[in-house]
C-alpha cells in the first residue's frame, strides 16, 4: 500500500484547507482510514477517521465542527475538509490505512493502523 497526502500550505486564521490522500497497491474499499497531525515535539494524535464504506465516521473533539472527513472509493481517495482554522491547528497531517477485515473497529488508536503516508504540512498563521 502506498498513501499520498497532498493540500496542505499556509493559511490565515479562519481559512479553509482541504487534503487529500491519494490510495494505491490494494483495494481501498479493504480499509477504514484515518488523519493524524503531529506538530513540533509533540505526539502525533488522532484528527478523524472513516470506515471501509464511509459509512462512519469519528473525528477528535477539537476538530468536530470544523474538520470533515470522507472518502470517495472509485478513486480510491481519502479527503479531509479543513475550516474555521486555528494557529494550533499546524503540524503535518498524515494519513494511514487500517485494514477493515481484522474484525477490529476502526478509530482512532495509531496502532490500529497499518499504513502511513509520508504527510503533508499545514500551518495556519494568526
Known amino acids: 500500500v502506498q498513501l499520498q497526502a497532498s493540500g496542505g500550505g499556509l493559511v490565515q486564521a479562519g481559512g479553509s484547507l482541504r487534503l487529500s490522500c491519494a490510495f494505491s497497491?490494494?483495494?481501498?474499499?479493504?480499509?477504514?482510514m484515518g488523519w493524524f497531525r503531529q506538530a513540533p515535539e509533540k505526539e502525533r494524535t488522532f484528527v478523524a477517521a472513516?470506515?471501509?464504506?464511509?459509512?462512519?465516521?469519528s473525528h477528535e473533539d477539537s476538530v468536530r465542527g470544523r474538520f470533515t472527513i470522507s472518502r470517495d472509493n472509485d478513486h480510491n481517495t481519502v479527503y479531509l475538509q479543513m475550516n474555521s482554522l486555528k494557529p494550533e491547528d499546524t503540524a503535518v497531517y498524515y494519513c494511514?490505512?487500517?485494514?477493515?477485515?481484522?474484525?477490529?473497529?476502526?478509530?482512532?488508536?495509531?496502532?490500529?493502523?497499518?499504513?502511513w503516508g509520508p504527510g503533508t504540512q499545514v500551518t495556519v498563521s494568526s
Open positions: 497497491g490494494r483495494s481501498f474499499s479493504m480499509y477504514n
Open positions: 472513516v470506515n471501509w464504506n464511509g459509512g462512519s465516521t
Open positions: 494511514a490505512a487500517d485494514w477493515a477485515g481484522d474484525g477490529v473497529p476502526y478509530g482512532s488508536s495509531l496502532r490500529n493502523y497499518d499504513f
